[in-house]
């Protein structure tokens, strides 16, 4: 049911573009986020906010009113009453009505609602009882605190008298000592507790913990609460019992849910306007919440800090921005992709110890927006690399780093995307010196070069086979609960081959390159297990139609026909196609039985039907519920693998259609849900099982998809792609995106575009500065140098 009105989206296209939802009631779950190294907060539109820092590790400071689990960020949070949020009560002292922006707890009907999202903020307007409120959330360059300002204006015709109470949850900190008060001293609502232990060695490792919450403001409120019950009373948070006296009680939280509430009262003549600002985070003691409200609360300081967050943020320019008629897919391109590649090459998501796999997969996507973040990311991922080739399950990132969650857990893939992302960062670059360094092992000082390294993985993978040549899958490759078909040091997985081949002949090609590299006799060895990957694939894991999923510890092929559930995977068509295991015949069946089994007006769903019971042969995957993450959703992250090897294939159309299926649109909001400021983790599918609740968005923006995204786009839509001797011209538009302009930052060179499709042409024309070009290559590029290039290429579809 479309409904194009939901949001609008202003200066379209451009990194200043800001999405603008216009009721907290139709898409519910919408969220924006905001990141600095030290923080992430993922605010809800009704007022909602789910936040964390690094101390090091990911810890909490404002929690919902109860204990607590730690876990790893997950998808499709959910929201309820008392979800720890930011809100602002607007009292009226004469009629003593109110009503809470941004709209949560009161939920009181509103004249006006925006919340809008942009680049570096995320705020509100709101209008009611004649009142309007604007409302600001923004961080820092570099510390974990929030930074909120808010402005009171009296639209109604008469002077009003007005009470604001900002309302900012604290929640649960602690079973052994919890409590707040108002400190004048730095007029701050300050909580204060001690994180629970039973270890003595406990106690010296908390020593450091920020075990304070505070609430600081540029004005000095006539009263406070500290205490939620207190604050709540019989009213609850919808009509809490503090609001119906005159002024707040001054009540401490002592072992009680603290809460920060502050009253602050306003006489506004008609059209008057007042402003408040606050500070709201963790903190170890009182005089760092001192340093922090000096160095950031003083109304004459906000532009400069804001200044300063928006400098940091903006180094999440691309290098390239686009301009087609599409232009919310120019929007997305240009502005928010970027900005959360950005926020996964920049932060690793928030984690001490990433996953090895989207460590390398997220710094691969900084090759497009800071290539040495990408190059420190692949030698910080090496130095971890056992002598025997291994790479580790998780990178470690800071000394007191552990293994942790998902990383305990032995996943037999993550040598594979070393040689992946390192070749990306190579064509982007040109940085083949990085090639010889040398560099030392987890468990050994020896040092060998970067190459060997790749060659240590390579191998190690290519040992990691069994009798028939497969790839044994441990507790899961790149699909991690996929845990239970080779648990017992059998089971294989036909992705994992695939993708062992897909890296062997990549890092061939590379190495052919770079001839001084590598002999002749190990690339024709790898040439050949290649080969023998992809027959053995063929051979033990065609299923007639498609390429099924694996092979169990009891020796039964899964993912094939023969299965009424986890029928047909995507990641074994896609890294079929990549790995060049599949003939003609073999693709045209594969794609009729993604598109008859996987494919969904809300994209591709990575595996079908969705599982409904428990599969020992298989894992914990099968017990997700259907049609959420790995179970069946439309996990972007292989949806993007498919549409990679699409483009591969020269199949324009198809494979951006399935990128554009990722991004949430005006038509598909009510399904999804979600504002296009990034591309979540997944979509529900089940789609011909549960097919009311399909498409609805995970709202986790944590993904893989953005790097590859990225790079479909730079190297394949526009095909703008670098090589060892230069620039690779090889566009793939579909056959309606009849020309592309834009400009793409290459190896410090700046190139204008533009790629025009011409029925009076049956091969490619390059023209560099009205010059014809020779070839596809441009090489002998300057930095610093401005090119202007034009395409000329053949009509699509003809
Ligand atoms: O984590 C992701 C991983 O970060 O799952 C992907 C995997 O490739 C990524 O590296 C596919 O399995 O443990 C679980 O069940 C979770 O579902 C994780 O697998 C998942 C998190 O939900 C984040 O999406």
Redesign the pocket.
């Known amino acids: 049911m479309p409904n194009v009105t939901n949001y609008f989206i202003t200066n379209i296209g451009s990194q200043d573009s800001t999405i603008s939802l216009t009721s907290p009631i139709k898409m519910p779950n919408s969220t924006g986020f905001l990141w600095n190294k030290q923080m992430m907060i993922q605010a809800n539109c009704r007022g909602y906010v789910n936040a964390q820092f690094m101390q090091p590790e990911p810890s909490k400071y404002s929690r919902s009113p109860n204990i607590e689990a730690t876990s ?1 960020i ?2 499709e949070h959910k929201y309820f009453t008392h979800h720890p949020g930011r809100f602002f009560y607007i009292k009226d002292n004469e009629s003593g009505e109110f009503f809470s922006a941004p709209y949560e707890p009161t939920r009181r009907k509103l004249d006006k609602f925006i919340f809008e999202l942009s680049h570096s903020k995320i705020s509100w307007q709101v209008e009611c009882l004649g009142i309007r409120v604007d409302l600001c959330l923004s961080l820092t360059e570099q510390d974990a605190v929030e930074r909120w300002s808010i402005s009171v204006t009296n639209l109604s015709t008469k002077n009003r008298s007005l009470s604001i109470y900002p309302y900012f949850s604290i929640g649960y900190m602690s079973w052994m000592n919890q409590s707040a008060t108002f400190e004048s001293s730095l007029n701050a609502i300050v909580a204060s507790s001690v994180t629970p232990y039973q270890k003595v060695e406990d106690y010296f490792k908390n020593k450091s913990l920020k075990d304070k919450t505070f609430l600081a403001a540029d004005c000095t409120p006539i009263a406070w609460n500290a205490n939620q019950n207190d604050f709540e009373g019989e009213g609850g948070l919808h009509c809490p019992d503090a609001l119906s006296t005159a002024s707040l009680k001054n009540t401490d939280a002592r072992y009680d849910t603290p809460v920060a509430v502050m009253q602050f009262d306003r006489e506004l003549n008609t059209q008057q306007q007042t402003k408040l600002n606050f500070l709201f985070g963790p903190a170890k003691d009182q005089q760092e919440i001192k340093a922090l409200t000096d160095r950031y609360l003083p109304p004459e300081k906000q532009q400069e800090v804001q200044q300063a967050y928006d400098t940091y943020l903006a180094q999440s320019k691309g290098c390239l921005t686009i301009s087609t008629k599409d232009k919310n897919f120019d929007d997305f391109v240009n502005h928010w992709l970027p900005r959360q590649m950005f926020y996964h090459g920049d932060v690793n998501r928030l984690s001490t110890d990433p ?1 090895t ?2 460590y390398l997969q997220d710094g691969m996507g900084m090759c497009y927006i800071n290539s040495s973040v990408t190059r420190q990311t692949l030698l910080t991922a090496i130095a971890q690399q056992q002598s025997n080739g291994a790479m580790p399950d998780g990178v470690l990132l800071h000394p007191e780093a552990e293994l942790k969650y ?1 990383n305990q857990i032995p996943h037999a893939d993550h040598c594979v995307w070393l040689p992946i992302c390192l070749i990306a960062y190579l064509n982007e670059t040109g940085d083949y010196a990085l090639l010889t360094e040398q560099r030392t092992f987890s468990d050994s000082t020896v040092h060998i070069s970067v190459s060997g390294h790749v060659d240590r993985a390579l191998e190690y993978l290519l040992q990691a086979r069994d009798h028939r040549g497969l790839s044994y899958i441990e507790q899961g490759d ?4 996929m845990n239970m078909v080779g648990y017992q040091g059998k089971g294989v997985s036909s992705w994992l081959s695939l993708a062992t081949s897909y890296a062997l002949q990549s890092w061939c090609d590379l190495l052919e390159s770079q001839p001084d590299l590598a002999s002749n006799s190990q690339i024709d060895k790898y040439r050949c297990a290649a080969k023998d990957i992809n027959e053995s694939v063929n051979d033990y894991l065609w299923d007639g139609d498609w390429f099924a999923r694996g092979i169990t510890d009891k020796n039964n092929v899964f993912g094939g026909k023969a299965d009424s559930e986890g029928r047909i995977f995507l990641n074994p068509q896609s890294w079929a196609i990549l790995a060049g295991a599949a003939n003609v015949h073999q693709k045209r069946t594969m794609h009729q039985q993604i598109n008859q089994q996987l494919m969904t007006p809300f994209g591709v769903m990575m595996l079908a039907p969705s599982y409904t019971q428990m599969r020992e042969d298989i894992g ?1 995957i099968t017990q ?1 519920h259907p049609g959420v ?2 179970n069946g959703s439309v ?1 972007n ?1 292989a949806s993007v693998f498919y549409a990679y090897s699409l483009f591969q294939e020269g199949y324009a159309d198809k494979a951006f259609d399935v990128l554009k299926c990722m991004l949430p649109t005006t038509q598909t909001s009510n399904d999804v849900g979600q504002l296009p400021a990034f591309v979540p ?1 997944y979509y529900r599918g089940a789609y011909h099982q549960f097919p009311a609740h399909a498409g609805r968005s995970s709202q ?1 923006f ?3 998809t953005v790097a590859w995204f990225y790079r479909c786009i730079v190297e394949e839509l526009c095909g703008l792609k670098g090589c060892a001797t230069g620039l690779k011209i090889d566009p793939k538009l579909p056959e309606h995106m009849l020309s592309i302009s834009g400009q793409r930052i290459f190896r410090k060179a700046i190139f204008d575009f533009t790629i025009d499709q011409c029925a009076n042409r049956n091969e490619i024309e390059i023209m560099l500065n009205g010059e014809k070009v020779a070839g596809r290559i441009i090489s002998d590029i300057k930095a610093e140098q401005r090119y202007q290039l034009k395409i000329f290429m053949p009509k699509m579809g003809l």
């Not at 790149?478 to 609960?481: E, F, H, K, R, T």
């Open positions: 790893f997950q998808p996953q796999r989207n998902i790149w699909c991690d609960p914990r997700k993450a790995e996990y992250h983790n986790l944590n993904t893989g």
